[in-house]
């Protein structure tokens, strides 16, 4: 069994900082492909950045510059270093990973963490 935990949400005023980590734990051969999602309440889950078991990094243009996305593959853990926080970047955070076990290659999903920037 495979869980992700999402960390590091909570309440910042605009042009603050904040880092989330989703931690993935069980029995893990790789992590490969992260995503950082977000769902605003009324909206679509959107992507917000993504990065592969090389590094290499993508981004929503609305967080291109102010987000950065990162990764300890020993920890298996991925970072979201989100700076120049916006009231419009309120929103449940989510991570999805694609994991691989013994069974294959699996999408998980973390239960979600809050970020609420004010004005």
């Known amino acids: 069994q495979v869980h992700l935990v999402e960390s590091g949400g909570g309440l910042v005023q605009a042009g603050g900082s904040l880092r989330l980590s989703c931690a993935a734990s069980?029995?893990?051969?790789?992590?490969?492909?992260v995503g950082w999602y977000r769902q605003a309440p009324g909206k679509q889950r959107e992507l917000v950045a993504a990065?592969?078991?090389?590094?290499?990094?993508d981004y929503a243009d609305s967080v291109k510059g102010r987000f950065t996305i990162s990764r300890d593959n020993a920890k298996n853990t991925v970072y979201l270093q989100m700076n120049n926080l916006k009231p419009e970047d309120t929103a449940v955070y989510y991570c999805?990973?694609?994991?691989?076990?013994?069974?294959?290659?699996?999408?998980?999903w973390g239960q979600g963490t809050q970020v609420t920037v004010s004005s």
């Open positions: 999805n990973a694609r994991v691989l076990t013994s069974r294959g290659q699996t999408d998980y």
């Open positions: 069980g029995i893990i051969i790789s992590v490969n492909g």
């Open positions: 990065i592969t078991i090389g590094r290499t990094t």
